[in-house]
């Protein structure tokens, strides 16, 4: 769950085709998400009310290749140093 504190610290919101409207509300703070198409299509809130977009749409299976592709691994303590 994410609380209304790190909600309101968030510069932009991203959401992709959600299940319902409660869900849509949650995430972008208006319904709306409910209604996307899927592959890609999105709505961006950067505070002045949701705008349609449409991004890449990456399968899950060339996801993982890339995934597995990776020549090295970046430790999580490296990142936060």
Do not use: W
Request: charge should be positive; include cysteine.
């Amino acid at each position: 769950m994410v609380t209304g504190l790190i909600k309101s610290n968030l510069p932009m919101k991203v959401c992709l085709c959600v299940a319902n409207a409660t869900n849509s509300q949650i995430v972008i703070g208006e319904p709306g998400a409910e209604s996307l198409l899927g592959k890609g299509d999105l709505l961006c809130d950067l505070g002045r009310g949701p705008v349609r977009a449409q991004s890449y749409f990456i399968p899950q299976t060339d996801f993982v290749k890339a995934r597995e592709f990776q020549p090295y691994h970046v430790s999580r303590q490296s990142l936060c140093s």
